[in-house]
């Protein structure tokens, strides 16, 4: 069945709306979609009601779980030289990302890790990329 607008749906679509009821149940009583009814109040010049406009604010849970900010880490740059190949880490919480290739060995950072993890901090940041979503 093919809904068309008459003048009889079109007063009872005005006293519903005036009334403030929502536009799905006006569509559920006159047997359209809530896309017509939205245009059908557009084409006739009714107001628009925004109640979600002048809620008030939820108050922040207090035991909603914060993240802390992330700290800003410096840049750094090491000496030329000083890398260290895999068999002159001494450490488990040394850094171990390749930074080149020396003697026929890969060097690594060697920078101090902080954690168990296999880089330190700068070097995380660079394995770790956190992907941006694009907008279509």
Not at 23 to 30: E, G, M, Q, R
Request: include cysteine; charge should be positive.
């Amino acid at each position: 069945m093919i809904f068309t607008w008459n003048d009889e749906s079109i007063e009872r679509l005005r006293t519903l709306h005036e009334t403030g009821v929502s536009f799905s149940k006006i569509a559920i009583v006159l047997g359209t979609t809530k896309n017509a009814i939205s245009g059908k109040v557009t084409r006739l010049n009714l107001t628009r009601r925004h109640d979600y406009v002048n809620r008030p604010k939820a108050e922040p849970d207090p035991f909603k779980k914060r993240t802390p900010p992330r700290p800003v880490l410096a840049k750094r740059s090491p000496a030329p030289g000083h890398y260290p190949t895999i068999t002159e880490l001494t450490s488990l919480y040394q850094c171990r990302y390749a930074v080149g290739y020396r003697d026929g060995q890969h060097v690594f950072c060697g920078q101090p890790t902080g954690d168990v993890l296999a880089w330190c901090p700068t070097h995380r940041k660079i394995v770790y990329r956190v992907v941006e979503l694009r907008r279509l």
